[in-house]
C-alpha cells in the first residue's frame, strides 16, 4: 500500500487566483436552483447554506489516482487525505472550465478528458471545529500527463496510487479522509462502490 504519511513536498509556484475573500460561490435551493452568490469566506461556518462546488479525481497515464493531503492551513479538515482537488465554480462559468481552472491552480495540472461521473452527489458534513461544509458536488473524472506542482496553500503533500489500494484504505481507516471522499467511494466503481447507491448523505456525515 502506498504511504499515506510521507514527507510533504517542498513549496512550489502556482497560478494567482482571487484569495476566498473575494471568490463568490453559488447559493442553491433544495432543488439545486441557483438563488444568488456569496463570498466563499462567508459561506464556510457553522450555518453553511447549501451552494455549488464539484470534486475531481484525476488519473495518470499508468491508470493511478492522485490523492492529496490538505493543507494545515485550510478552514475545514486540515491534514486529512482526500481526492485529487475541490472547488467551487464562479458565477455563470461552466463546470469542466471550472475544474481545469482549479487543477492548474492548486495542482499545476493540465487536464484531459474530463467528464462527470457522479453529477448529482450531495453531501453535508461537519468537522471537528464545527464548521460545515453543505454542498451539491458533482464529481468528475479526469486525465493528465501532467507533474504536479502543488500550491503550499493548498496541499500539504500527495501521491499515485492504485484505485484499489485507495479503495481499502478508505473503508479501513475512514476516519483519516475526507468525508466527501468517504461518500464517493460508496457511489464510485473505480474505488469498489455501486453508482445506483442509495447514500443518506446528512445522517452518515454530521
Not at 486529512?80 to 481552472?101: I, K, Q
Not at 479526469?142 to 501521491?159: G, Q
Not at 481499502?168 to 469498489?192: D, I
Request: glycine share 6%.
Amino acid at each position: 500500500m502506498t504511504d499515506l504519511s510521507i514527507t510533504p513536498l517542498p513549496a512550489q509556484a502556482a497560478p494567482v487566483q482571487p484569495a476566498s475573500s473575494a471568490e463568490l460561490v453559488v447559493l442553491l435551493d433544495e432543488a439545486g436552483n441557483q438563488i444568488g452568490t456569496a463570498p466563499k469566506s462567508s459561506v464556510h461556518g457553522a450555518d453553511t447554506a447549501l451552494h455549488l462546488a464539484f470534486s475531481c479525481h484525476v488519473f495518470d497515464d499508468d491508470g493511478r489516482l492522485l490523492v492529496t493531503r490538505r493543507a494545515l492551513g485550510k478552514v475545514a479538515w486540515p491534514g486529512v487525505w482526500t481526492n485529487s482537488f475541490c472547488g467551487h465554480p464562479a458565477p455563470a462559468e461552466p463546470l469542466p472550465h471550472a475544474v481545469r481552472r482549479r487543477a492548474e491552480f492548486e495542482l499545476g495540472l493540465e487536464l484531459r478528458d474530463v467528464e462527470p461521473v457522479l453529477p448529482f452527489f450531495r453531501y453535508r458534513a461537519t468537522d471537528a471545529s464545527g464548521i460545515v461544509e453543505h454542498e451539491i458536488c458533482p464529481v468528475y473524472t479526469a486525465r493528465t500527463s501532467s507533474v504536479p506542482a502543488p500550491h503550499p496553500d493548498e496541499v500539504l503533500d500527495l501521491a499515485w496510487v492504485e484505485p484499489g489500494e485507495l479503495a481499502t484504505a478508505v473503508r479501513a481507516a475512514p476516519w483519516a479522509f475526507s468525508p466527501w471522499l468517504v461518500l464517493q467511494a460508496q457511489l464510485l466503481p473505480f474505488l469498489g462502490g455501486h453508482a445506483d447507491a442509495r447514500v443518506r448523505t446528512e445522517a452518515l456525515v454530521s
